[in-house]
């Protein structure tokens, strides 16, 4: 046999479940030497590697193109909606804000959860709760109702936290330290409010702490 049919035969044997030590034997009574074998080996592993790179490629490749589309359909849309947004009926505006909002969420756990593609899942979990506040900030003038943008930042906040853990989504806790900054910013001086959110900024980051460090025991609990 030359190289290339000792390298489609060894191929041939690992189709077949054959162990390492099975193809040496079988090899070494058809006359070959350990090198010829060893060699073979590794340029099956080579054209392995090189298809899995290759695929990996691909995938990416396709992700981009996708993600592209996806946002461009997304901008299509916003600019539909900015346009006509005025001549829309309330209900109608309120289904707009929300219901994207929960096929991202649902999406995002059903992507992570289900398939998981953690990145991606992530991504639209974060992109549910960006809707998410942007919808809190809406919807009450919609309705004609008051609200303090500290109150609804304490509320996304909140549930930024929730989604965080509810999701196992580590990264969410980075925009909920930067939104608690935020409102002690905003707050009055000397404000009867300031020590809640000094120690709503305070947990965050204890939660945030106690996460990583869970995080990072996982590989050791296994």
């Known amino acids: 046999m030359n190289e290339q049919d000792e390298v489609s035969y060894i191929q041939d044997l690992l189709a077949q479940g054959k162990s390492q030590e099975e193809i040496y034997k079988d090899l070494l009574e058809k006359g070959l030497t350990l ?13 392995d590697s090189t298809g899995k790179r290759k695929e990996q490629l691909n995938q990416q490749i396709i992700r981009a193109f996708v993600t592209v589309g996806i946002f461009f359909i997304g901008i299509g849309i916003a600019l539909w909606i900015i346009f006509n947004w005025a001549n829309l009926s309330r209900i109608m505006q309120v289904l707009i804000l929300l219901v994207p909002m929960l096929l991202a969420e649902l999406s995002g756990w059903y ?44 509320l996304l906040v909140l549930t930024v936290i929730f989604m965080a853990f509810a999701s196992d989504t580590f990264v969410l806790f980075y925009p909920a330290i930067v939104l608690s900054i935020i409102i002690l910013i905003l707050i009055p001086p000397k404000s009867h409010l300031a020590l809640s959110y000094v120690l709503l900024l305070i947990v965050d980051i204890i939660m945030f702490i106690t996460s990583l460090h869970f995080r990072r025991q996982l590989p050791t609990l296994k």
Request: with cysteine.
């Open 35 to 47: 090198d010829e074998i060893q060699k073979c080996l590794k340029i099956i592993e080579l054209k």
């Open 111 to 154: 992507l992570k959860e289900q398939k998981k593609l953690t990145k991606t899942g992530e991504a639209l979990i974060a992109l549910g709760l960006f809707l998410y506040g942007v919808s809190l900030f809406m919807i009450p003038p919609m309705l004609e109702i008051h609200v303090e943008v500290i109150n609804v930042l304490s």
